[in-house]
């Protein structure tokens, strides 16, 4: 399996922007797919993710309200929609899948498939 992530950016205080990771190879018809991010000299954190048979979602507190997560069942693709984006959220972005999809884990080393990560940052 291999993903493909994109739509990172330079943004200011309150802007937006969607990221995108394409997967492709044998992903499985139940998986989870999720975006993590990590800060300079922070640990990984979870963000978002979504179960890809229910569209079950979940999202870290610092987000939710402000992050949307969907999918794109035809070609494999889920999206990060980021709104009323804080420099806070300055960060690596990472797209991670779980084959095995039983629940959506905020754990990273949950996930055996990572893209690489796409550099969003918010100026105050």
């Known amino acids: 399996v291999q993903l493909q992530a994109s739509g990172g950016g330079l943004v200011q205080t309150g802007g937006s922007l969607r990221l995108s990771c394409a997967a492709s190879?044998?992903?499985?018809?139940?998986?989870?797919m999720a975006w993590f991010r990590q800060a300079p000299g922070m640990e990984r954190e979870f963000v978002a993710g979504i179960r890809w048979r229910n569209r079950m979602t979940d999202y870290a507190d610092s987000v939710k309200g402000r992050f949307s997560i969907s999918r794109d069942n035809a070609n494999i693709t889920v999206y990060l929609q980021m709104n009323s984006l804080k420099p806070e959220d300055t960060a690596d972005y990472h797209c991670?899948?779980?084959?095995?999809?039983?629940?959506?884990?905020?754990?990273?080393?949950?996930?055996?498939?990572w893209g690489q990560g796409t550099l969003v940052t918010v100026s105050s």
């Open positions: 991670a899948l779980d084959t095995a999809g039983v629940k959506i884990n905020r754990i990273a080393g949950r996930y055996e498939y």
């Open positions: 190879g044998r992903t499985g018809s139940s998986y989870v």
